[in-house]
């Protein structure tokens, strides 16, 4: 059994696991123990089947046997095969996994304190992520002569409190990763002349 993630309203490729050399006869793509079909290829005739949960959703290439599905979402989460038989009668059957995940979209940052003082600056900022079972961690970007600390994510967000040298600034990272997904937003800050100053960057 193959498994594979998809993303909510894109296109995914189940792969029917057909050799290159394999001149592909006959294919049938299908769902449910009871073998419910909803594509074939057969003498090189493609058919798409209406089953209403695929309607209008479905390529199948004539060539590898790979089925498309358009516009996934989270109903098409389940188990696919494809039942194949080359031209000199050879057969294999695959069974592919489709795991259908929201796309994990950029974390928000946001500032909730700062201070100027003693030539330190003092900031704290706050990282919000969007979707389920998210994680999240703060980095500096490069070089970073300061302290900071953050602690566990509470409600989808993860607080990070700093201090650095005012002369200069700091530019941190807050990344948001689910499963083997991850996505980063930026922001620099720092302390001129005893203001504070950010810019936030995508």
């Known amino acids: 059994e193959v498994r594979i993630t998809g993303f909510l309203g894109q296109s995914v490729v189940l792969k029917s696991g057909a050799d290159r050399a394999w001149n592909l006869s006959k294919v049938q793509w299908s769902i449910y123990q009871n073998t419910t079909y909803i594509a074939s290829l057969k003498d090189g005739i493609v058919t798409i089947f209406k089953f209403w949960k695929h309607q209008g959703r479905l390529k199948l290439n004539s060539k590898t046997g790979d089925l498309t599905i358009i516009n996934v979402n989270m109903d098409d ?54 979707g389920q079972n998210v994680n999240l961690s703060w980095t500096p970007d490069g070089e970073f002569n300061g302290s900071y600390i953050s602690g566990n994510a509470v409600d989808s967000s993860l607080v990070l409190f700093m201090s650095f040298s005012g002369n200069g600034n700091v530019t941190l990272n807050c990344t948001a990763s689910s499963g083997q997904q991850t996505e980063t937003k930026q922001m620099t800050v720092g302390c001129s002349g005893g203001s504070y100053y950010q810019n936030e960057t995508l």
């Not at 928000?108 to 990282?127: E, F, P, T």
Request: charged share 25%; glycine share 2%; hydrophobic share 35%.
């Open 77 to 130: 989460s389940m188990i696919y095969t494809a039942a194949l038989v080359n031209s000199d009668d050879t057969r294999r059957n695959v069974k592919v996994h489709l795991i259908v995940q929201e796309k994990l979209k950029k974390p928000k940052i946001q500032k909730i304190l700062d201070s100027h003082k003693d030539g330190q600056c003092h900031v704290a900022l706050n990282c919000t992520a969007f």
